[in-house]
């Protein structure tokens, strides 16, 4: 039974930082793709980041370029997200997600094969 299990949301202040991780289990983790997406109250939910298999290839949304960093341990089985800066608009419920495939990464949510329950995290202003 695949499991993706996230932690490390939480609340904090508009400028500061948070560190989630997805810890992955029933899955030969490094034959995925990592991805992470969010859902802000009302709005649909949007790609946020993923990473290759290896680690090697990374990519982006646009809204968190430069302050938000992906990474992975297949050693540990789990994925980062390592977010600085974070503003009011990064308040979600955040979702780390696999996709087995290792030719690219995918940034469509339907793509994914599976999800974590989520993490809560909300940046007061």
């Known amino acids: 039974q695949v499991q993706l299990v996230e932690s490390g949301g939480g609340l904090v202040q508009a400028g500061g930082s948070l560190r989630l991780s997805c810890a992955a289990s029933g899955l030969t983790f490094s034959s995925y793709v990592m991805g992470w997406f969010r859902r802000a109250p009302g709005k649909e939910r949007e790609f946020v980041a993923a990473?290759?298999?290896?680690?090697?290839?990374?990519y982006y949304a646009d809204s968190v370029k430069g302050r938000f960093t992906i990474s992975r341990d297949n050693a540990k089985n789990t994925v980062y997200l390592q977010m600085n800066s974070l503003k009011p608009e990064d308040t979600a419920v955040y979702y780390c997600a696999a996709d087995l495939n290792k030719l690219t990464i995918r940034v469509l949510a339907d793509l994914y094969d599976y999800w974590g329950q989520g993490t809560q995290v909300t940046v007061s202003s």
């Open positions: 990473i290759s298999w290896s680690g090697g290839s990374v």
